[in-house]
């Protein structure tokens, strides 16, 4: 049976997973296909400003997830795993989904408060694991 935690984690983890899509929507709406001189010269291609925004947004979510994910393996693995780890791990992939979409509008303060948010959730959970 899957915990609420690793339920959190594996959403979190299609979510990272998905995010570079509209990226590189943004890519052939601005430039077209990739062509074979663009495999040899990795410059990047320009894009409109919410391209930039959502690669920003997927990078800064592969780095969010790590941490994450390691703090929920290790709840899970050694017990210590309960209420308290599920309701962080909820609050982290909810405030992941709301800094994509405060990333994508250009939301200022928004996304500041959400990233923060996660953050508070990753050191919550770790609390727990160590306590």
């Not at 594996?10 to 601005?30: F, H, N």
Request: glycine share 4%; net charge positive; hydrophobic share 60%.
């Amino acid at each position: 049976m899957m915990t609420k935690d690793m339920m959190y984690l594996a959403w979190t983890a299609l979510l990272t997973a998905a995010l570079w899509i509209p990226y590189i929507v943004s890519q052939v709406m601005a430039n077209g296909l990739l062509m074979p001189a663009n495999y040899r010269d990795p410059t990047p291609r320009p894009v409109p400003l919410w391209g930039q925004r959502a690669n920003r947004a997927h990078l800064n979510a592969v780095e969010a997830l790590a941490p994450f994910a390691a703090l929920v393996i290790i709840a899970h693995l050694t017990g210590t795993a309960n209420e308290a780890t599920a309701m962080w791990a909820g609050v982290f992939f909810w405030s992941r989904v709301a800094h994509v979409i405060a990333f994508y509008l250009a939301i200022p303060y928004v996304r500041t408060i959400v990233f923060t948010a996660g953050f508070v959730a990753v050191v919550a959970i770790f609390l727990q694991v160590t306590a």
